[in-house]
């Protein structure tokens, strides 16, 4: 969820419900509660704009190496920018993915002010009228852009081929916990009532499509905690080396993203660094 500056173009084993079986008073001492997410450190946070230069810089390097990348099937991918971005922020990983033989689609909704009227009620239509036009889509989102598309996965299944996501928090339960919360707390004026917005993540049902988490240790914007999938047959969280602003055009990102959509329809699986890139996806 981070305000993004605008880039110029170059047998199911989900896990079943809650038992409403009574639950302890308190858990043993020996199960800890996890670790909660905290806002990330301020060098991160203070480099963010100088990393997604350096991100930049070497994908203009890699374009020759990113001609490998898997080529895609024809179907139709929708891109949802972040918190303060419109369509312009993802403008190199949509033609990328056009390239490579994608309906690739923008959200056409102006800058993502956060979850307001227009927005919430603008990218369900617009996941309606795509999937009417073109069939099941997939949605690649990149922070609060992969928070709605996780949102649209669970309200409408039956329309969404598979989730990405790009250093979506949705796991995260205090927005204190991002370096943005000032600009979230002063757009606030413009969001749906609480009882309209997405309840935490840990009450969720689990993703009922294919998922899969992108993150980075040294994001500077959202705590990376936060942006896990819970592991799934069909669910799944890739670490990259990204600054939070550079997701949309960092070269490994670009690289993992094409190879999920690349997947056949109904045949996913989980990902794998190609030979002799491995060194470009740190270890989880």
């Keep these: 969820m981070t305000a993004l500056p605008e880039i110029p173009p170059p047998a199911s084993e989900d896990r079943a419900a809650p038992a409403l079986a009574a ?104 996941l309606e009228r795509v999937a009417a036009e073109r069939g099941k889509v997939s949605l690649v989102g990149w922070s609060l852009g992969g928070v709605f598309a996780r949102e649209l996965a669970r309200e409408r299944p039956e329309l969404v081929r598979q989730v990405i996501t790009l250093g979506s928090p949705y796991a995260l339960r205090d927005a204190r916990c991002t370096r943005v919360n000032p600009v979230f707390r002063l757009l606030s004026v413009f969001y749906e009532a609480v009882s309209d917005l997405p309840p935490p993540e840990s009450e969720r049902p689990v993703m009922p499509v294919p998922a899969t988490s992108v993150y980075s240790r040294s994001d500077g914007i959202v705590p990376w905690r936060a942006c896990l999938e819970e592991e799934g047959r069909r669910r799944e969280s890739v670490p990259v080396a990204s600054s939070h602003l550079g997701y949309c055009h960092n070269t490994s990102v670009l690289w993992l993203v094409a190879d999920r959509l690349a997947q056949p329809r109904g045949r996913w699986r989980r990902f794998a660094p190609p030979p002799g890139m491995a060194r470009m996806f740190p270890a989880a």
């Design 23 to 126: 639950v302890p008073d308190a858990l043993p001492e020996a199960l800890p509660e996890p670790e909660a997410p905290h806002a990330p450190g301020l060098l991160w946070y203070l480099t963010e704009p100088t990393r997604a230069v350096v991100d930049l810089g070497q994908y203009a390097a890699a374009r020759q190496l990113l001609r490998a990348a898997p080529s895609g099937d024809g179907h139709t991918v929708i891109v949802l920018p972040g918190l303060g971005g419109a369509d312009g922020s993802t403008a190199v990983l949509r033609k990328f993915l056009s390239g490579l033989g994608h309906d690739v689609r923008g959200w056409g909704l102006g800058r993502n002010l956060g979850p307001s009227a227009a927005t919430v009620d603008g990218t369900r239509a617009l």
